[in-house]
């Protein structure tokens, strides 16, 4: 890989790493699901896997629209986010305690997420590429939607078990 030289060459490099994050996740949410006993927790994680598969394909667009040849850089922190949920699905054998668990390591991933895509955004607005930054400020939401709504789920499990 050339060493950037601007921003333009460091955003592209920043879209890689989230093209590798998200087909990670495409790979790792169906495990999460499969491992949750809440219905509601695996119904919410089923929802994010799609959004998580139309992240790619934005990605995709994105690449397109720089013609720039789509290609992932690996991302060591997605790897270690995603051996930690892993750990909590082969450790923790309560149900309760493993959703909670998959809640928090879906959360930890969710924010390492949100700081990519703010990141992204604002350096495509400040690249003056309004049309990609409305796209990424798309799956930013998306992102920052799925974490709150792994905070309430865990939320409402902790109650339970009180």
Same mark, same amino acid.
């Given at each position: 890989m050339k060493q950037p030289t601007n921003l333009a060459d460091l955003f592209v490099i920043k879209?890689?790493? %989230?093209?590798?994050?998200?087909?990670?996740?495409? @790979?790792?949410i169906p495990k999460m699901i499969r491992k949750a006993t809440d219905e509601e927790l695996a119904e919410g994680l089923s929802m994010h896997l799609d959004e998580t598969k139309q992240?790619?394909?934005?990605?995709e667009n994105i690449f397109e629209m %720089?013609?720039?040849?789509?290609? @992932?850089? @690996?991302?060591e922190a997605i790897r270690g986010l995603v051996a930690d949920a892993q750990w909590v699905m082969d450790t923790i054998e309560d149900s309760i305690l493993l959703d909670i668990n998959i809640c928090a390591a879906a959360g930890y991933i969710e924010h390492y997420e949100i700081a990519g895509y703010t990141t992204a955004y604002e350096w495509a607005s400040s690249l003056d590429e309004e049309e990609i930054a409305d796209? %990424?400020?798309?799956? %930013?939401?998306?992102? @920052?939607?799925?974490?709150?709504?792994?905070l309430e789920r865990s939320s409402a499990l902790i109650t339970g078990t009180l």
């Open positions: 879209l890689k790493t %989230l093209y590798d994050i998200e087909i990670e996740l495409v @790979k790792a992240h790619v394909q934005r990605l %720089l013609d720039v040849k789509p290609g @992932k850089i @690996k991302c796209i %990424l400020g798309e799956t %930013l939401a998306e992102e @920052k939607s799925a974490n709150e709504s792994l």
